[in-house]
């Protein structure tokens, strides 16, 4: 296990964007697509949920500088009733086995929300997206301890990726934690 993530890397994939669950929205929370200024929230929510990565504004414009004037259809964020931004995912896209896949990336969640379904509604958000953008299928990768994230990624028909030695031990690790 790495002490700098927390768990072992896992890959995940949804081979087809056909059909996942959707959710509704309530209690005043909406969805908005990434404008101008919108890094400093998207690094506010980052900070509060992620223990493990240290995040500041290199980092930001590291993963997304190459593709900065497309984060306003590629990054978005989950806002409550008050407008404050409280979740924030990014429908990316690599290539996986050598094809073209939509990337479920830097998904977050405010601590001070979790545990009420809203991560839900982030993922939702972001396959909609990557299926609005015509990707067939999907991928991410997060890590064996985040118990709830891999849950979420389930319900959505995301399985783990098993086709190598490491990721085997990864996903085994996952269920040792869910034991």
């Known amino acids: 296990?790495?002490?700098?993530?927390g768990g072992s890397k896992i890959l995940m994939v949804l081979n087809d964007l056909k059909d996942f669950p959707l959710f509704d929205y309530s209690d005043g929370y909406?969805?908005?697509w990434y404008s101008k200024g919108?890094?400093?929230?998207?690094l506010n929510i980052q900070t509060a949920s992620?223990?493990?990565i240290k995040m500041n504004e290199e980092l930001y414009i590291k993963e997304?500088?190459?593709?900065?004037?497309?984060?306003?259809?590629r990054q978005g964020f989950l806002l409550n009733g008050q407008n404050e931004y409280v979740g924030t995912g990014t429908?990316?896209?690599?290539?996986?086995?050598f094809k073209e896949?939509?990337?479920?990336?830097?998904?977050?969640?405010?601590?001070?929300?979790?545990?009420?379904g809203l991560s839900k509604l982030i993922v939702q958000e972001t396959l909609l997206k990557l299926k609005e953008l015509r990707y067939k299928s999907s991928y991410l990768y997060t890590s064996s301890n985040r118990i709830a994230a891999i849950k979420t990624y389930l319900s959505f028909g995301f399985l783990p990726d098993l086709t190598t030695e490491e990721y085997l031990v990864a996903w085994d690790e996952?269920?040792?934690h869910v034991k």
Request: charge should be negative; include cysteine; hydrophobic fraction near 35%.
């Open 1 to 5: 296990m790495s002490q700098k993530t």
């Open 30 to 32: 909406h969805w908005k």
């Open 38 to 42: 919108d890094e400093i929230s998207w």
């Open 50 to 52: 992620e223990p493990f």
């Open 64 to 73: 997304f500088q190459k593709m900065y004037d497309d984060l306003c259809m």
């Open 91 to 97: 429908a990316w896209f690599d290539q996986y086995k």
């Open 101 to 116: 896949f939509g990337r479920v990336h830097w998904i977050a969640l405010n601590p001070s929300e979790q545990g009420r």
């Open 174 to 176: 996952y269920l040792e």
